[in-house]
């Protein structure tokens, strides 16, 4: 919005760990597990069930970390956030507090020396709560605790965006660093990637940050970004008025495109926290620490860099950009509709050299050839993706080969 008002956003973005079982117990991660079927007594909080850490979940946190270019610690503490949900099924969520994992990492908004970027606060690992479904049973509600106990680490930013745009750049490229280091699928249809944004509104070059809201129940990136610009413009309107900004927690409604109320914001006093005592501070030695930061070396910037690379053997940077879209990949998941006939798991191989998870793929509306070939009915599965397929393999840049349209 234009005006002497400027929005600042911090995010939480909560990222489920890419490991086969639970972070203090040996339940599936598995999704699509029939309700409540990957439970035991610890994630049912059943009485005398102990805790156990799962190591891979901490080294996988710590790449995650190492890859933001943050400080991991040798030693961290994890920590009882208290508060009720039917959901929760211990009444207490194991979290970190005042002792993360890490902290003071940096995440570039744009690719070569001196960009942009955002400062990362800390990264902490936590468990999962389980999921309350309001739809399936009229009159009631129904408790799947299949999630709970899953390892999940929180990636907290500080208010360092100022526009909504800018807050879905830094979440594109969060996913594909997270995918590219293999920490996470990332996957936000299946919850493995989850945001939870922070916004105010103050005055143009005011150095105070006005009061915040936090806005939940967002399914993806755009979604995030239209509900920023919604509360954004919802703040200006009350302080033009000479209203209040409340701190509360808003939902956002993609359907209707508004936020409402939820509850009141808490603060770090409500959840009184206090140290885990089921579980010992977590002691990583800084020779682990360093096997680690090695193993991720140049990774912290490697997709962006494999991008370019891509994009300079296969000619494609030559073409009008308007004829192509970047998409991220997802082994296995359909593109975003418009991609044509391609699922992501057969066109993986057109830019996916050494790991790439970036694919150019060409407009409907671009080739020549689409309307005829639909109207001639030879428009099939699969020919689109087997020209770009061959695309990658040759390199040599012919776009009339791409056949990528509609069926």
Not at 262 to 277: G, I, M, N
Request: charged share 25%; aromatic share 6%; hydrophobic share 40%.
């Amino acid at each position: 919005m234009a005006g002497p008002w400027e929005m600042v956003i911090g995010l939480e973005v909560h990222v489920q760990l890419l490991t086969k079982t639970k972070l203090f117990c040996p339940c599936s991660t598995a999704f699509g597990a029939p309700p409540n079927a990957n439970t035991c007594p610890v994630c049912l909080a059943l009485p005398g069930a102990l805790p156990v850490l799962n190591r891979g979940a901490v080294r996988l946190a710590a790449r995650a970390a190492y890859a933001l270019g943050c400080t991991v610690h040798e030693e961290s503490v994890f920590a009882r956030k208290n508060y009720f949900y039917p959901d929760l099924p211990k009444g207490y969520q194991i979290s970190q507090f005042d002792r993360p994992l890490a902290t003071g990492g940096f995440l570039a908004l744009e690719d070569g020396p001196g960009a942009r970027g955002v400062r990362i606060h800390r990264v902490h690992m936590e468990e999962d709560a389980g999921k309350s479904i309001h739809d399936r049973y009229p009159g009631h509600s129904a408790i799947d605790l299949n999630r709970s106990g899953t390892p999940l680490i929180e990636i907290v930013s500080e208010p360092d965006l100022r526009s909504a745009a800018d807050a879905g750049v830094y979440l594109r490229r969060l996913k594909q660093i997270l995918e590219y280091t293999e920490v996470s699928d990332a996957n936000m249809e299946e919850g493995s990637l989850r945001v939870d944004a922070n916004v105010s509104v103050r005055a143009a070059g005011a150095d105070a940050l006005g009061t915040k809201t936090e806005i939940k129940n967002m399914n993806s990136f755009s979604g995030v970004e239209r509900a920023l610009e919604v509360e954004f413009a919802r703040q200006v309107a009350l302080v033009e008025r000479g209203e209040r900004v409340v701190q509360q927690t808003m939902l956002w409604d993609a359907g209707s495109g508004t936020v409402r109320p939820a509850r009141s914001k808490e603060e770090s006093h409500d959840y009184r926290y206090f140290p885990e005592p089921d579980l010992p501070p977590l002691r990583l030695t800084s020779a682990v620490l360093a096997e680690w930061r090695e193993a991720v070396g140049a990774q912290r910037a490697e997709p962006f860099q494999q991008r370019e690379r891509a994009l300079e053997r296969s000619g494609l940077r030559s073409l009008e950009p308007r004829k192509f879209r970047e998409v991220a990949l997802a082994p296995g998941k359909q593109l975003e509709r418009g991609a044509g006939e391609i699922d992501a798991a057969n066109l993986g191989i057109v830019l996916r050299r050494e790991r790439t998870l970036f694919a150019l793929v060409p407009q409907p509306q671009a080739h020549p050839r689409c309307g005829a070939a639909r109207a001639a009915g030879t428009l099939v599965r699969g020919s689109a993706r087997d020209a770009l397929e061959h695309e990658a393999v040759e390199a040599d840049g012919r776009i009339e080969a791409h056949d990528a349209c509609e069926a």
